[in-house]
């Protein structure tokens, strides 16, 4: 067998061909135990063969300290007898020994006593084991760490929208305050109009009562002082009856302007700061169902029948359940990315083109749609409560991704696509469903990787981003599945890895969760809502599994 030259002299040689075929050249693995060069095949394969492998330990060949064959292991002096040098270790001591200190000290030690090249490799390994466990708590620390700062970020997100929120309100507040304040005002100042007419009216009557008044006073003064026997008892008649005045008629009371009295301010009339409270979910299983199929990537109640999509078997089935057992009807060898009811009642088939495929649920036909998202291949679809069909799409060549609005003519009414700053938004539409309140909430993430639901206002930029709970989500990264909306108008968000469903609000705010595995639900991936409010699970299966039992539950549903 042939070795390469050292690359460095402290290295040992790397074989050019695996030790365990002799044939494969990319050499990426070491056996610390056998000390066996291997290739990802036998790594994998014949060394899983050899006895008590699964104890040894196998590292890439990058991280191994390739030193090992060139230590010194003879000429190591002993500390305690200078004039001798190491000859074996003591397990139970767990400590080098010369011939000195096995005949004083461990001379009933011996079946602890090992070669010194077999204690330093048992070292390295249980090193290498630790090395490992920290790699992986480094690994989860990182991801804890990604958690927690996408945590805070969805925080600082929401505390702007609390704060423009108060903000909002304390200016219609203001705005409302300020336009009482102005009718009080208005009021007080019509009151005063009101009261002052009045008792102007009044001032006017008495004033010209007044004027008669002085008018026959200063009369009778002159009568007074005339010297004019004659005339005197000629007119006194007429003098004495005009002494007789009238007192004016004015109004006994008078309206006054009302007292003002400042009502309480309190924060119930202003606002209060409350944590949301988690909602209080129930589920229970009515049926349990098996297929023979490897996973239910997507399921559609349709009428007594529903429409069960396995993207792994590359198989749509029709089936109709019946008491506890799946009566397949139809069966179609078809790759299927999405799939729903169209505004006509015929299942709308996502295949991996730009335009959407159509059954005829009637005739099973196919036919091309009006729905097109060219020059991107559609990967999700979704029909909205008002009949509009929302396509996710992307284009791996361009890179781009997008979320398509249509009516029922196909025209495209919205595209979300890129924010604000002309950056893309999404990485790979997975999932949709949409509220009463208009928004369109996406499941975003790519295959194999952490994801996240992304929430759209009608017409908007992005209102929200939710990327998992951190209690949900302590040691396994988000990876949302399928998601729907439900009567209560939240949306529930099924997660296989976690065996969970998130419960959102509207808007993208989670209210509650569920562990499905407490009713023995395992690995939810599709959701489907009945016409009579009770939910299908469809489920996948762990990593490795291949077998095609993959199970569908019937399930009630309170509380959201």
Known sequence: MAYSQSVNKSQVQVPTNCHLCDTEKNIRWKCTDCGLFMCDKCKDGRHCR????????????????????????????C?????????????????LVCPICVSEVHINHVNQLIEIREAYNIKIKRLKQGQSQIKMEKEKAITRKKLLEQHKNAENVKHSKVIQSIVNHGDLLKRTIDQYIQNLKNETDENLKTILKTID???????????????????????????????????????????????????????????????EITQSNIGVLKMPEKIKVAFNIIEEYQTELSAVSDIISYEDFIWINSALDNSVVKAEPKGKKLDVVLTLNLAVYGMAISPSNNLL??????????????????????????????TIIHITGNNKVIVGGI???????????????????TVYEYDQHNQPILTYPRSITSTSTGNIHVVDREPGQEGRVVVFEPGSDIINS?????????????????????????????????????????????????????????????????????????CGAEEGHTAKDAKIYKVTISGC
């Open 50 to 77: 050899i006895i008590n492998s699964q104890d040894h330990v196998v590292i890439n060949i990058e991280d191994v300290d390739l030193h090992n064959e060139e230590l010194d292991f003879k000429n190591i002096q």
């Open 79 to 95: 500390t305690d007898h200078s004039e001798k040098t190491y000859c074996l270790f003591c397990k139970r001591c767990d400590s």
């Open 201 to 263: 009216t009044d001032i006017n009557t008495v004033t010209k009562s007044m004027r008669e008044v002085y008018k026959r006073y200063n009369e009778i003064s002159d009568f007074i002082k005339t010297r004019d026997i004659t005339k005197f008892f000629s007119d006194i008649r007429r003098i004495e009856n005009s002494m007789e005045v009238k007192s004016p008629k004015t109004h006994s009371t008078y309206n006054s302007t009302p007292i003002f009295y400042p009502g």
């Open 349 to 378: 088939l996502s295949v991996g083109k730009s335009r959407l495929q159509q059954l005829s649920i009637s005739t099973g036909k196919f036919s091309d749609t009006v729905y097109n998202v060219k020059p991107l291949a559609s």
């Open 395 to 413: 284009n791996e060549k361009s890179g781009r991704k997008a979320v398509y609005v249509m009516n029922e003519k196909g025209d495209h009414e």
């Open 466 to 538: 939710y990327i998992g709970h951190p209690k949900i989500n302590k040691h396994k990264s988000f990876k949302p599945n399928r998601i729907v909306t439900t009567q209560s108008d939240n949306v529930l968000v099924s997660e296989m890895n976690t065996n969970s469903l998130h419960i959102l609000d509207s808007t993208g705010n989670i209210v509650s969760w569920y562990n499905t595995k407490d009713i023995g639900i395992l690995y939810p991936v599709s959701l489907s809502f009945t016409q009579t409010g009770q939910i299908f699970i469809g």
